[in-house]
């Protein structure tokens, strides 16, 4: 498989993905001259689906830009990534129900919706790190300029994350609020992450741009 085949099936499923995240929005159900207060008691869904819309795009921003680094592709690289599409479709679920029982108010079940949640996450970034682990034991696989340093610099990025999801997880039981900051926390980790690596990816392909020639002039 091409990688430009590789990436337009990964871009198609981030896309539908996205697409299937506002399907959860519907028309609610009021008394004429009241929709504003409908509409207001719709705000756990609002809330979730723009939680998971920034982390879908996060990781979609993280595909693009590492995956950008590949000069090619091998059977283990398409079999971890889907693992990593696998595991980045199940985000819905838990996002449909954070939103629901963010509405109805109930502790258990919202306790339940929040660990589900912190395990698909947890799921994603424990995939994101046997990808890093695998290109990196394949160096053949990508670019030039991408060096052995560049991998040093993000490999336990993952590994945090996860520690951050499972913390989150311990809080559920104790505090749904306190879980709750941990799971966008952990979120808002993945973005930081990002703007890192796509920083040092880029020093990196300046430091390989070569100085052209220097042209004698002529006499």
Do not use: C
């Not at 990508?142 to 996860?162: C, E, G, N, Q, W």
Request: charged share 15%; aromatic share 16%; no cysteine.
């Amino acid at each position: 498989m091409s990688i430009s085949r590789f990436q337009a099936f990964s871009d198609g499923v981030f896309a539908i993905l996205i697409t299937i995240l506002v399907l959860n929005f519907s028309v609610p159900e009021y008394t004429v001259g009241h929709l504003a207060a409908a509409v207001l008691k719709q705000w756990p869904t609002m809330a979730a689906y723009i939680v998971s819309y920034f982390y879908v795009g996060t990781l979609w921003l993280f595909h693009h830009d590492y995956f950008n680094t590949l000069k090619k592709i091998d059977r283990g690289v398409n079999i971890l990534n889907l693992l990593l599409m696998f595991s980045i479709t199940l985000i819905d679920y838990p996002m449909s129900l954070v939103a629901h029982t963010l509405a109805t108010g109930n502790v258990a079940d919202m306790r339940l919706a929040f660990i589900l949640y912190d395990l698909v996450a947890l799921f994603v970034s424990m995939t994101f790190f046997f990808m890093y682990l695998y290109l990196h034991r394949h160096m053949d696989l990508k670019a030039a300029h991408v060096t052995t340093d560049f991998y040093t610099t993000i490999k336990f990025d993952p590994l945090r994350s996860v520690a951050i999801y499972g913390a989150s997880i311990v809080a559920a039981f104790f505090s749904i609020p306190l879980s709750a900051l941990l799971l966008i926390l952990g979120i808002l980790f993945h973005f930081f992450a990002y703007l890192r690596m796509s920083g040092n990816l880029r020093k990196a392909k300046v430091k390989k741009i070569p100085t052209p020639p220097r042209q004698d002039s002529e006499h």
